[in-house]
């Protein structure tokens, strides 16, 4: 069964450091890895999409990078602002029943001005 | 705009009075989902769809029905909702289960059942 971790859970940094955050999963199998952001009580809106095949994505003063074979994925976020303070998630697509989205339990980010 | 649309955004309802929250796409994805959001538990799926008529359970469904009737529109019914199922609610759509295919999010409807 695939298993999603994101760590730290929450993170706090000034203002114009560079953010990284951590997912890690559990079974290599998978179509694709998501980012999403998610402010509170609201919505998910997608952040950048990696396909099992490739390596990196950016958007942005976003970076992320996909690591297949040792089950790990980063997601860069350049120069921070208070506009990022928001939870991130990550998510990967399985190959299994349902092709369903695994999600990790989300790291909470505050970027202090 | 391509969108998923969740109605309604807010519910308040009494135990064992069925309700349905419904979900829309405009993108013509033939993947449909419904998640659920908790604290500490994270977000799980309750129903897909692969297409039009064709609905399976995912990892929390018991309490909840779906259908799909037409392409666009995947509404998830509690018959008899309990306050366990208090919680904020997800559809979600996709071009097609798997490959390059970007997940697209509903704004979430949060559910609170007394």
């Known amino acids: 069964k695939q298993e999603v971790t994101q760590i730290p859970a929450a993170l706090s940094v000034p203002e114009g450091e560079n953010l990284v955050l951590n997912c890690s999963f559990t079974?290599?199998?998978?179509?694709?890895l998501q980012w999403f952001r998610q402010d509170p009580g609201k919505g998910l809106t997608s952040l950048l999409l990696i396909q099992s095949s490739q390596r990196e994505q950016t958007s942005g003063r976003l970076n992320a990078s996909l690591d297949k074979s040792s089950g790990r994925s980063t997601l860069y976020i350049a120069a921070s602002q208070p506009g990022d303070s928001a939870t991130y998630l990550c998510?990967?697509?399985?190959?299994?029943?349902?092709?369903?989205?695994?999600f990790g339990g989300g790291t909470r980010v505050l970027v202090k001005p | 705009e391509a969108q998923v649309t969740q109605n309604p955004r807010y519910l308040i309802t009494v135990t064992g009075k069925k309700l349905t929250v419904t979900c829309s796409q405009n993108m013509n994805h033939e993947y449909m989902s419904w998640y659920r959001q908790d604290p500490g538990l994270g977000l799980r799926q309750i129903y897909y769809s692969m297409n039009v008529e064709v609905t399976d359970k995912g990892d929390v469904p018991e309490g909840y029905k779906v259908s799909r009737k037409e392409k666009r529109n995947f509404p998830l019914i509690l018959e008899s909702p309990s306050p366990n199922q208090t919680s904020l609610y997800f559809c979600a759509s996709s071009l097609s289960a798997g490959g390059a295919t970007e997940a697209f999010f509903g704004q979430g409807t949060r559910l609170t059942v007394v």
């Open positions: 998510a990967v697509r399985v190959k299994a029943a349902g092709n369903k989205l695994t």
């Open positions: 079974d290599s199998a998978i179509y694709n």
